[in-house]
């Protein structure tokens, strides 16, 4: 076998592993996916069952994670990838670890909501922790689609939208301390609500990891910790950078 003929042979099983984990990644994303969309909708129909289900499910999440941290580690061991390759690989076993935690924060979701589930719903049916939830959700999406297709400028997006689910877990919260100062019959079911919004306002932050885990996989420049507006001057240099070179 020429040594050229065996060099490409090597790459391509190394790209085949790349995207063998990849298509893994997406595959556990697309199931927190699922597990969070049945949790809200377990809070929003009272589904106690259906909240239990979710919970009981949560160790697919977690098997999910043990196998790609070990594909991940096997292409470190034997393929030493190096440049665009490593990032990726090490964006990849940083992101498991925050689906992961959002499949754990969907499980707090399920298992609070099949408790609120067994006392009296009140007037406006949870309506702002369906709103709550409904913004999380388009967090949740454009990140797994931001992951997808290495898409910098839609991971921007989803880091921008975190500051509105910010914004609402407070109001949330200051709701629920009046309505416990007003009535406290209410002090279970507003505390559990409470940790549901918590839950949902964790999910966000995650979502923003990821996303800037794909900035890094795309231009190689660590951007956690870093206010929004260096981040959007940051990928508009990268951008320029990139226009130039091609």
Same mark, same amino acid.
């Given at each position: 076998?020429? +040594?050229? =003929?065996?060099?490409?042979?090597?790459?391509?099983?190394?790209?085949?592993?790349?995207?063998?984990?990849?298509?893994?990644?997406?595959?556990?994303?697309?199931? +927190?996916?699922?597990?969070?969309? =049945?949790?809200?909708?377990? %809070?929003?129909?009272?589904?106690?069952?259906?909240?239990? #289900?979710?919970?009981? =499910?949560?160790?697919?999440?977690?098997? $999910?994670?043990?196998?790609?941290?070990?594909?991940?580690?096997?292409?470190?061991?034997?393929?030493?990838?190096?440049?665009?390759?490593?990032?990726?690989?090490?964006?990849?076993?940083?992101?498991?670890?925050?689906?992961?935690?959002?499949?754990?924060?969907?499980?707090?979701?399920?298992?609070?909501?099949?408790?609120?589930?067994?006392?009296?719903?009140?007037?406006?049916?949870?309506?702002?922790?369906?709103?709550?939830?409904?913004?999380?959700?388009?967090?949740?999406?454009?990140?797994? =689609?931001?992951?997808?297709?290495?898409?910098?400028?839609?991971?921007?997006?989803?880091?921008?939208?975190?500051?509105?689910?910010?914004?609402?877990?407070?109001?949330?919260?200051?709701?629920?301390?009046?309505? $416990?100062?007003?009535?406290?019959?209410?002090?279970?079911?507003?505390?559990?609500?409470?940790?549901?919004?918590?839950? %949902?306002?964790?999910?966000?932050?995650?979502?923003?990891?990821?996303?800037?885990?794909? $900035?890094?996989?795309?231009?190689?420049?660590?951007?956690?910790?870093?206010? %929004?507006?260096?981040?959007?001057?940051?990928?508009?240099?990268?951008?320029?950078? #990139?226009?130039?070179?091609?």
């Amino acid at each position: 076998m020429e +040594v050229e =003929d065996l060099g490409q042979h090597i790459s391509r099983r190394f790209n085949e592993d790349l995207e063998h984990v990849r298509s893994d990644v997406l595959r556990m994303g697309g199931l +927190v996916e699922a597990q969070f969309d =049945d949790a809200i909708k377990s %809070l929003a129909e009272g589904d106690s069952a259906l909240g239990l #289900r979710v919970a009981e =499910d949560d160790y697919k999440i977690n098997r $999910m994670e043990v196998s790609i941290d070990e594909q991940c580690s096997r292409i470190l061991a034997m393929r030493s990838p190096a440049a665009g390759d490593l990032r990726l690989v090490l964006a990849i076993i940083k992101a498991i670890t925050d689906l992961e935690r959002i499949g754990d924060e969907a499980e707090k979701i399920a298992v609070l909501s099949s408790r609120l589930a067994s006392v009296e719903r009140p007037s406006t049916n949870y309506r702002e922790l369906r709103n709550l939830a409904r913004h999380v959700k388009q967090m949740l999406r454009g990140t797994l =689609d931001a992951f997808a297709r290495l898409d910098a400028k839609q991971a921007i997006k989803v880091v921008k939208m975190d500051d509105v689910v910010d914004e609402e877990y407070e109001s949330i919260y200051r709701q629920g301390v009046t309505f $416990m100062m007003e009535d406290p019959r209410t002090i279970t079911r507003v505390m559990d609500t409470t940790w549901v919004a918590r839950s %949902l306002e964790r999910i966000g932050d995650h979502c923003k990891n990821i996303c800037e885990y794909v $900035m890094f996989m795309v231009y190689g420049k660590d951007l956690r910790h870093t206010a %929004l507006e260096n981040i959007e001057a940051e990928f508009a240099e990268a951008q320029e950078g #990139r226009e130039q070179n091609s």
